[in-house]
Every structure is written in C-alpha cells, then in structure tokens.
C-alpha cells in the first residue's frame, strides 16, 4: 500500500483527562482514506473517550498532543463543525429526544452540511427517496421516521439508526463506538452490511469494538489494541482473531 | 368592597400582582366604534365565532350560528342559572375567588353556553383587549352549561391590539351533567405589555369529561386560578398546560383539582420554558377527599429554564384523605440535557438551532393532544415564533 501523503486522520501523543483521570495517554494512531481500523482493548481502556474527544465531546479536557482531520486541527473545532467536515460519531448508547422525529433531525443534518460546503437545500422528495432506500438496506420500517429520535427504540433498532444516519450523511470518517453491543446476530449483519456499503476509497471507518464478532463481518486493514489510554499494539486482522482466542490479559502481559 | 389577592395569600406568591394596583378597576367604557383595524385570528371551521372587545360582546365581528347553544345574559340572569345546575354550590370565598366577585360586579354580559342533552357545540371565542389599564379593565365571563351526553368543544383566545398594557380580568364558570365532555382549549396570546388575570371554575358530574389545554404565550404578567371539582363517580379532568415566559414575563398558574366523588381521574401535565428573565410559577394541588375512592391521580410539572436569570416554581401539593387512592406525581426544573444537546451538534446541527429544538421537544408534550388540526398548527407556529426560531422549526411544524 502506498502512504497517502494527507491522512483522514492523525492522532499524535494524544493525552486526555475525564473528571480529573487522565483516561488518553499518549495515543497515536494515522487512519487513511480508504482504511478500516479497528480498536479493541478491555473495559476501561479509553475506547470511549478516545471517540468523544474525536467527536467534540464536552467535558473532556485535552492535555497534550495534536488531532488532524483532513490537515486541520481537528481539536480546535466545535463538534458541529466536525460533523460538518464529514465527522461522525456512531454512539454507543444514542440519546432519546421526544418530540423531534428522525426524519427532521436527518434533513436538517443533511441540510447543515450542504450548507457549511455552500450547496442549496435537499430536495424534499430526492431525500424521502434517498432516506428509504437506506431503511430498507437497515431493514428499518418507514414509521420509524416519523417518531421521536430512537424514542422507545430497542437497543438494536437505536444502534440501526445510528448507521441510518451515517449513511444518509455519507461522512468521510465515521467513528463507530461499540455499535455492536447489544446486537444479536442478525442485527449485527444488519449494521455491518450498512457500515460495509459505505466503504469506499476517499473514506475512512474507526471501529472501536470490545468484540471481535463485528470483525468476522467488517473486515478491517489494521486493529490495534488500546489498554490504558494507549495503544500497546497493532496488527492485521489476525491480532483480533488471537485476541480473542487469548483474551486481552495475553496482550497486558506482552505489553 | 372586595380586598384583591396580594403575594402574601397562600396562592398567590409568583404572581406579577403589580399591574392589578395601577389598573383601573371600572369597566372600560363600551366602545360605540365599529372595532375597525381588529387583526383576528382565522375562523375555525365549523366553529361559531363569538368576538368581544374589552369585554363587549362585538356583533359586528361575530358569527354565531343559527339556532346557537351561545347566548348572552346579564349577570344576574346567568348567576340564577349556574346556580341551578349545581348539585353543590361551590365556593367562593377567600383570595382566589377575589377577582372572579370583581368580574361579576362590574361586568357585562355573559357568554351563556349551554348545550342540551347529547347536543354537540363549536364554539369559537376571542377576547381582544384594545384599551389601556388607565382606562379601565375587560371583564370578559363565560358560562358553560353542558347538558347530558353533550359534547361541547370550545376554543378561547386573548389577543390585544396596539401594544396595549390593557387588563383582562376573566372568569369562567363551567359545569359538565353526567356523561357530558367538554374540549376546552385556551390560547392566552395577549400583547407583551398586556396583563391577562382568569378565574376558572368546573364542576364535573358523573362519567363527565373535562379536557383543558392551556397555552400561555403572551401578556407581561399571567394568572390563571382554575379550580375544578370532580363532583360525580367517574368524573375525569384532563389537564394539559404549555407556557413560555420570555423577556420579563411572568406566567403564574395555581390549579386545584378536587376529587369529591368515587373513581375521579385526573391526568394533568405542564411544561413551562423560561428564557431571559421570565418567570413562571405552577402551584398545582390534588385533594382526594374521604368520599373518593378509587381516585386516580396523575401529574407532571416540569419546567426549563434557558436564561440566565430565569426562575420558575413548580409546587406540587397532594391532600390525601382516603387510603384507596392510586397518585402518580412528579415535578422537575431543569436545564437543557447536555446529552441530548450534544447528539444534535454531532450530527452538524448548529447550536442555535438545537437549542430551540430541545426547547420545541420539551414543550410539544403539552401541546401535542390539542386535537383541532387547524388550532394545533396554529399553535404550533405561534410557539415557534415565542421561541423566536419559526426557520429553525420549519418541518417540524404543520399537520
């Protein structure tokens, strides 16, 4: 493979606090287009917060190391204008918002980034078109647009919507963070045919998994391990395979 | 002479009371025009439109159908009347019913209601307010007799004109025969310096329904006494309250529900927004009385508040004198949901705009079961516009 001389993104020497707990620790890690990472690493290791902190999370405080997002310093930018440059965030455990039905909140997100790029509005009946097709792919019933964001959702039919919105969005680096928790099988087909769908050249996925099942379905190029805020090691996809045959206590002792 | 309800009376501590001082207490001289330059709102159809100016009935802007369940009486007429439909009178001492002895003292007509049994009734009525405080006070009143088996629907605006500090002192005098349903929808959209004061009584009888839902946007200073009686077994009072107090404002409410009978319910629910300094106050009390048994008793209070120098009161009170009750209460007051809040600016949202949403998806709870198709999305935009954010809402909005 040829190094792209302009990374998605390039993390370097990252470090972060949470509530005083210095959580990051030095974390570097280089995602170029077309490139599927994942990250795996025991409970507690920062996966979580390494994917808020991306994705303009407040609350989080940034104590040394740099951040770029398509040659821009990424850290610097509230979260809306990240989502904007073709961030996002798959979250882990999608907020319910009442009274605010999917199908709004999906346009006006669409419509917030044609307008950052200085393109007009979506055509109504273009994007309902466009919307169904990708239900359909997430085997998702069309009432689900007219009710409340993930209101009364299940935990599957949240995480669904999670990769409904990516798709509909079509980012250019989606940071998926532990989409799979709480999938059954079926729905983990369901969601990884999604997240494949959207592979392509210019874009980049950051799959931070504590599984490696998702990985049987998304195949990805590099899988690193995180324990303690940062990453001890990195492999192919085989590094996940024997993570999971020797647990990550095999991966503590080596680190 | 009746003593007006100062801060110190038990009910009445976050009401504005300031413009009730410097009002004047007569009523406003009839208005011999012809009410020109009136911006009402549209017709809804089907509804009847009975029109009062500073508290005058206005036949020039009315259109009362054929054959009306509606009509006017004088006050003395009407008291007879009401008085008459009561299985038990109800009272009406003390400071929270002060200024209803007003009304009916200095007032003029009634808008006498009165729908016979199993009759259906639409009934549209717009209170405009056009004169000054200096010049006097509107009185508007209204009686709602609904016969048994009737079904009653009746939609009550406040409006003002020309910006205004007029004061409306209303009271409102309803009671439901068994079976009946009365839908009442009151939206209070009086001008910003206007000052909005009501008194509200129900008396429910058996199997009776009463539904109301209140949307409180205008006025500089708002109060609403509305005190309900669940008077026959199985009596029900729906009681959904949505109000947004910008600027300076202050919206006060105290409602009571009395549970007098057996297998009485009530449902009631408030969602209240403050943003700048606007201040609301919701003093909500549940009496279940020995003669209740089976009462059934929900309510949720919650309120936002998005200024910095904000405040809103949520007081929720439960008297409880028998033990076969089931009671379901809660009140909060909070700020926008930095979770929520954070979802919509990672999806590129920008803040502004997700700010007014969460303020939207909070309230719509409370105006989501007014069930006029035409008044809801009235509605709807007039609390997307006291949002100040009608673009921010476009597609939210609408049937």
């Known amino acids: ?255 | 002479m009746v003593t007006l309800p100062t801060n110190r009376d038990e009910n009445w501590r976050y009401a504005n009371l300031r413009p009730l001082a410097k009002a004047r207490i007569d009523a406003v001289a009839a208005n011999t025009s012809s009410n020109p330059a009136i911006a009402l709102p549209a017709p809804l159809p089907k509804y009847e439109q009975w029109v009062f100016v500073d508290g005058r009935f206005a036949a020039n802007l009315s259109h009362p159908a054929p054959n009306s369940y509606a009509s006017l009486l004088n006050a003395r007429d009407a008291g007879e009347e009401f008085a008459a439909m009561l299985d038990a009178a109800i009272a009406t001492e003390g400071p929270d019913f002060a200024l209803a002895r007003v009304n009916g003292a200095r007032g003029d007509a009634v808008l006498h209601i009165a729908p016979p049994d199993g009759a259906e009734a639409l009934i549209e009525v717009t209170f405009v307010a056009s004169a000054e405080a200096s010049a006097g006070t509107s009185y508007p009143r209204v009686q709602v007799h609904a016969g048994r088996g009737s079904h009653v629907r009746v939609v009550e605006r406040h409006i003002s004109t020309g910006g205004a500090d007029s004061m409306v002192n209303a009271a409102f005098d309803l009671a439901l025969r068994a079976d009946a349903t009365l839908d009442h929808c009151r939206l209070q959209n009086a001008g910003d310096r206007a000052s909005s004061f009501d008194t509200l009584t129900a008396h429910v009888g058996e199997r009776a329904s009463y539904r109301l839902r209140t949307v409180t946007l205008g006025g500089l200073s708002s109060r609403s006494t509305i005190l309900v009686k669940l008077a026959g077994r199985a009596a029900r009072c729906e009681f959904h309250a949505a109000s947004i107090a910008n600027g300076t404002q202050t919206h006060d409410m105290f409602a009571e529900i009395t549970h007098a009978a057996p297998d009485t319910v009530t449902r009631e629910l408030y969602r209240g927004i403050a943003t700048d300094r606007g201040k609301l106050g919701f003093n909500g009390k549940m009496v279940v009385r020995e003669s209740a048994p089976g009462a059934d008793s929900e309510q949720s209070l919650k309120t936002l508040l998005t200024g910095a120098g904000a405040e809103a009161s949520v007081r929720p009170q439960l008297e409880i004198y028998t033990d076969r009750v089931r009671a379901q209460h809660g009140a909060t007051t909070g700020k926008l949901d930095d979770q929520m809040l954070f979802y919509l600016l990672s999806r590129g949202i920008d803040r502004r705009q997700a700010q007014t949403l969460l303020q939207w998806a909070f309230i719509e709870d409370a105006i989501s079961r007014v069930d006029c198709a035409e008044l809801r999305v009235e509605i709807e935009q007039l609390v997307a516009a006291q949002l100040n954010e009608v673009s921010a809402l476009e597609g939210l909005l609408g049937p």
């Not at chain 1, 979250?91 to 039905?101: D, H, K, L, W």
């Not at chain 1, 273009?126 to 935990?155: A, H, I, P, T, Y």
């Not at chain 1, 959207?198 to 980049?204: C, N, Q």
């Open chain 1, 1 to 255: 493979m040829s190094a792209s001389p302009n990374p998605l993104l390039k993390i370097e020497n990252l470090s972060a606090k949470v509530g005083g707990k210095n959580v990051v620790q030095g974390l570097s890690l280089t995602l170029k287009a077309g490139e599927v990472h994942a990250i795996m690493g025991p409970n507690g290791s920062g996966k979580s917060t390494l994917a808020y902190v991306l994705a303009g999370r407040p609350g989080y405080e940034i104590t040394g190391g740099s951040v770029e997002f398509l040659g821009k310093d990424l850290l610097a930018m509230p979260a809306e204008e990240r989502a904007r440059a073709g961030m996002f965030l798959g979250f882990q455990y999608p907020v319910e918002i009442p009274g605010v039905n999917n199908v709004y909140l999906l346009k006006a997100a669409v419509n917030a980034k044609r307008k950052a790029a200085g393109l007009p509005e979506v055509d109504a009946y273009e994007f309902l078109q466009l919307v169904r097709g990708k239900m359909k792919l997430m085997q998702m019933d069309e009432s689900f647009l007219s009710r409340g964001v993930n209101e009364g959702f299940s935990g599957g039919e949240k995480k669904r919507n999670e990769i409904l919105q990516m798709l509909v969005l079509e980012p250019t680096l989606a940071v998926l963070d532990e989409t799979d928790s709480g999938l059954d099988i079926d729905a983990l087909k369901v969601v990884a045919r999604g997240v494949n769908s959207l592979r392509s050249a210019e874009r980049g996925v950051l799959l931070i998994t504590h599984y490696q099942r998702l990985l049987d379905h998304i195949v990805p190029d590099h899988v690193h391990v995180l324990t303690r805020g940062k990453i001890v090691r990195s492999g192919d996809k085989t590094l996940a395979q024997e993570l999971e045959k020797r647990g990550y206590d095999w991966v503590l002792e080596v680190a």
